[in-house]
């Protein structure tokens, strides 16, 4: 059976949930950050954790994450830490909005660091230090995902 008919099948089996006044939960990723190396290969761990991954600036994201309908949102903070800074606010409405679950927000991170030290608001739920490889990421984002779907 063709690889589409399978997703085809999946996805009939498997429809969206919709949570009262909410959107219907898409499994999409939004992927923040200003190197298009990056983004492609976190948006290839998101795709092999079967979730969709969409790419964004971090000018471009506010849009896209004040929707609503991400999952999980993965910021790469850059060597300063601070490229993404501002789509910190649109996240925490968003948070605000769904009770605190959504979305999920991982930060990359250039070492080992301690979540409080960051001024993220608390809106940061889970640090990944680079480099970033898929058997340190994709486990994490399909947890995320499972947690979700039992939810």
Same mark, same amino acid.
């Given at each position: ?6 997703? +085809?099948? &999946?996805?009939?089996?498997?429809? #969206?949930? @919709? *949570? ?9 990723? %939004? /992927? ?17 954790? +079967?979730? &969709?991954?969409?790419?964004?600036? #971090?000018? @471009? *994201? ?9 999952? %999980? /949102? ?78």
């Amino acid at each position: 059976m063709p690889h589409w008919e399978i997703e +085809r099948d &999946r996805q009939q089996d498997n429809p #969206p949930r @919709a *949570a009262i006044g909410q959107p219907v939960q898409q499994d999409i990723v %939004i /992927v923040v950050g200003r190197s298009p190396v990056n983004l492609i290969v976190l948006s290839r761990i998101v795709e092999r954790a +079967r979730m &969709r991954a969409v790419s964004a600036t #971090p000018e @471009a *994201a506010g849009q896209l994450i004040a929707r609503g309908e991400a999952a %999980i /949102v993965i910021l790469d903070g850059g060597p300063d830490m601070r490229e993404c800074d501002g789509v910190l606010g649109v996240i925490l409405d968003q948070k605000l909005v769904s009770s605190g679950d959504r979305p999920f927000v991982i930060m990359l991170t250039m070492r080992n660091i301690d979540p409080q030290t960051l001024e993220t608001q608390g809106v940061v739920d889970a640090l990944v230090a680079k480099p970033v490889t898929p058997e340190k990421m994709q486990p994490l984002i399909e947890s995320i995902r499972d947690r979700a779907l039992r939810a």
